[in-house]
């Protein structure tokens, strides 16, 4: 099913274009920019995930000029990529836009043709069925758990995995009668680890230090807390507490001794409590 749409504004068009020859430009040979010359769809690969986090905090920031800012530069990588990608004759920026705006068309029937969705569920079984047919799989096959957490631990970031995984197997019977199970099977993680780190190779360590945090990611389930988001807590509480030490020594903190560290620490709890 193809549908031709024809709205939006010149504006919106011109500035896209605009972008999209900013970094044609950019990329060059003739007086381009050697950084931009120099990279390829696996060292941005960093970049793309920056500015979709950025994206993130603009967000939860609620700063709209900020929100428009970070949009936009993770509007870049996407042209970005199709730039490089056109270069090796492999696909454009007309075609990245086409291909997702003809799968939306796709997807939703229920608003580009006469199909009638009458519920939320409906729709949802519409998406699944029409998702399954674009990639040759059986609907049977994308329902199985199995299938549903490897697209997680594929396509998301691990922590963010973690947390889909443990809420999928848990809904299906994997979890436990109580609280105490949960604690249970931390201590027992955090025992493996002990071990590993004083005992086995570092590739156990690692194994075990995964595991230890995959189970602190089922206690956070239990007790309905987000590990997302209390890590992005504690990571601006950290850099916040760095702020009022590096204000209130000196001294280079890499001069400090950590008795003096410790010192300006409890220092700036104190300030920002």
Request: hydrophobic letters at 40%; glycine letters at 4%.
């Amino acid at each position: 099913m193809t549908v031709n749409l024809t709205f939006g504004s010149d504006v919106n068009l011109k500035a896209l274009q605009n972008l999209i020859d900013v970094v044609a430009k950019l990329r060059s040979p003739d007086g381009g920019c050697p950084w931009d010359l120099q990279q390829t769809p696996q060292s941005l690969i960093p970049y793309v995930i920056e500015e979709a986090y950025e994206v993130v905090d603009a967000i939860q920031g609620g700063d709209s000029k900020a929100i428009a800012e970070e949009l936009g530069d993770l509007l870049m990588q996407v042209v970005l990529q199709s730039q490089i990608a056109s270069e090796h004759n492999q696909f454009s920026i007309a075609e990245v836009a086409d291909g997702i705006a003809q799968k939306l068309i796709r997807r939703h029937p229920h608003v580009f043709s006469d199909l009638k969705a009458e519920s939320m569920d409906e729709i949802h079984q519409n998406w699944e069925r029409i998702k399954a047919e674009e990639k040759g799989e059986s609907l049977a096959d994308t329902q199985k758990l199995s299938y549903k957490l490897k697209r997680y631990a594929r396509s998301l970031p691990a922590l963010t995995a973690g947390i889909k995984i443990s809420q999928k197997a848990a809904a299906n019977g994997f979890e436990w009668e109580n609280a105490d199970g949960v604690w249970a099977k931390f201590h027992e993680e955090l025992d493996e680890l002990h071990h590993a780190l004083e005992h086995e190779s570092k590739q156990n360590q690692q194994a075990e230090l995964g595991d230890l945090l995959f189970t602190l990611i089922n206690v956070a389930r239990w007790y309905d807390l987000d590990p997302s988001e209390a890590l992005r807590s504690t990571n601006r509480k950290f850099i916040q507490r760095l702020e009022v030490i590096e204000q209130l020594s000196d001294r280079s903190l890499d001069s400090l001794t950590t008795a003096e560290l410790d010192q300006l620490w409890q220092q700036a709890k104190q300030k920002l409590s």
